[in-house]
């Protein structure tokens, strides 16, 4: 069996969910887990595990799941490993970062955790004062551009999605660490940052600060 993360918008009315579960049933489909990513609107973002028998099975798995009405598919992703117990991965990141010993190490956990954990294609530590990259995973942006979304707590004006080189607004996701003066900054192409994954990312960084001023 093949893990993937399905992340569905439907309407926000009683039995679309399970008309999609159904769907999902349909094709020898087992859904595993279900996180609500954001609800606005008369619309919900949800996001299933699912595990499937094959990867040839996800074009079937997406028509499928059109065939519900007013259900667009958002992003299919194959999940390498076991799906994330958001609760538990909370509980495995404090633990981490208590057990850190240098300033370093919990540098370095915090962005590896980040980008594990929500996808990313990159992850970046600034420093605020010096404007530095204290740590960094994945596909960095130039600094100058890291340097600009951590000054801010949105994406610039001139990061537009018209230029495929720059990334809007709902691809990036900043959070700052008041206590250490960094600021966390990450980015995925794919798919937007929901508020709930915006909750977690800062629900992380915050850990991370209160332990900051633990390590020598």
Do not use: C, Y
Not at 51 to 72: K, M
């Amino acid at each position: 069996m093949e893990n993937f993360l399905v992340r569905v918008v439907l309407p926000d009315r009683p039995g679309a969910l399970g008309a999609v579960t159904s769907r999902i049933g349909a094709v020898g489909g087992d859904v595993v887990s279900l996180e609500i990513l954001q609800r606005d609107k008369g619309a919900v973002v949800d996001e299933f595990g699912v595990t499937l028998p094959d990867r040839e099975s996800i074009a079937l798995l997406e028509a499928e799941i059109l065939e519900v009405d007013g259900v667009s598919v958002e992003i299919i992703r194959h999940r390498e490993g076991p799906f994330i117990d958001r609760d538990g991965e909370l509980l495995e990141l404090a633990a981490h970062l208590v057990g850190a010993s240098t300033l370093d190490r919990l540098a370095r956990d915090l962005v590896g955790r980040v980008q594990t954990s929500l996808w990313t294609d990159f992850v970046a530590l600034v420093d605020g004062e010096t404007l530095t990259i204290v740590d960094g995973v994945g596909d960095l942006l130039p600094d100058e551009q890291l340097r600009a979304l951590a000054l801010s707590t949105h994406s610039p004006r001139d990061w537009s999605d018209d230029d495929p080189g720059r990334l809007g607004s709902e691809h990036v996701a900043v959070a700052a660490m008041m206590r250490a003066g960094h600021t966390v900054v990450a980015g995925r192409r794919a798919p937007v940052w929901r508020p709930r994954e915006r909750q977690w990312i800062a629900i992380m960084v915050e850990l991370a600060d209160q332990a900051w001023r633990w390590v020598d």
